[in-house]
């Protein structure tokens, strides 16, 4: 049974937005901030709770108990200034998990010199998706893990179709892992040496990216 956390949210644009219907779905409680009377109203069909107020304001932000939340997240992309403060004064009345969203890599680095834990660049993450996703026709999914590691959902190539894993042997030649096999929407995770691999199904695989590149011809 998966563990329900308390969230507190500041910043309900597009992103925020998109942010608070996910923990809604995922069965979280959260919090939501906004100076914006219509963004709040817009959120409460998905937050627990809602309060129009100015993230900058200490008084205002002490008043909801931030060392109650196990989650932070500041997602201001307008006022780089009031996405600052913000952080520092979460990680100042303490805040667990402060989790900020930067646009630039110059404001992730004085970010996290304020108080952040975590960066979050949204438009960086899924230009990157984007480039990689879409230049490339093997690639039909992209999870980045860190600089060199990412989780790759590919299709399978036409000469693997009737051989197993063992006789395939990516781990053994370019060190990849396959996570798990697709087919129709169905995700089988128990994976062993015998596995037959069959024409329709894509693979979810985690290595390097070079080796990746290297071995699907991407």
């Given at each position: ?121 949204p438009e960086k993450q899924i230009a990157k998706w984007t480039a990689i996703r879409y230049t ?83």
């Amino acid at each position: 049974m998966k563990a329900k956390k308390s969230v507190l949210l500041i910043g309900l644009g597009n992103f925020g937005m998109w942010i608070a219907q996910t923990l809604h779905e995922l069965g979280h409680e959260v919090m939501a901030v906004d100076i914006d009377e219509e963004r709040v109203n817009a959120a409460l069909p998905y937050v627990t709770n809602a309060l129009i107020g100015d993230s900058t304001n200490q008084s205002f932000l002490s008043s909801l108990g931030i060392n109650n939340f196990d989650v932070c997240i500041e997602t201001i992309g307008n006022n780089f200034q009031n996405s600052l403060e913000t952080t520092s004064l979460l990680k100042e009345l303490g805040g667990k998990m402060v989790v900020s969203r930067a646009n630039r890599e110059v404001q992730a680095k004085f970010l996290l010199r304020n108080g952040a834990d975590e960066i979050v660049n949204p438009e960086k993450q899924i230009a990157k998706w984007t480039a990689i996703r879409y230049t490339s026709n093997h690639i039909l999914d992209y999870i980045q893990l860190d600089d060199n590691h990412a989780i790759f959902e590919v299709k399978l190539p036409d000469d693997w179709i009737g051989k197993t894993v063992n006789q395939i042997g990516i781990r053994q030649k370019f060190g990849i892992n396959i996570m798990a096999i697709k087919n129709d929407g169905q995700m089988n995770l128990s994976i062993a040496p015998d596995t037959v691999l069959e024409e329709g199904q894509t693979l979810l695989v985690l290595g390097e990216h070079k080796a990746i590149q290297k071995c699907f011809h991407i």
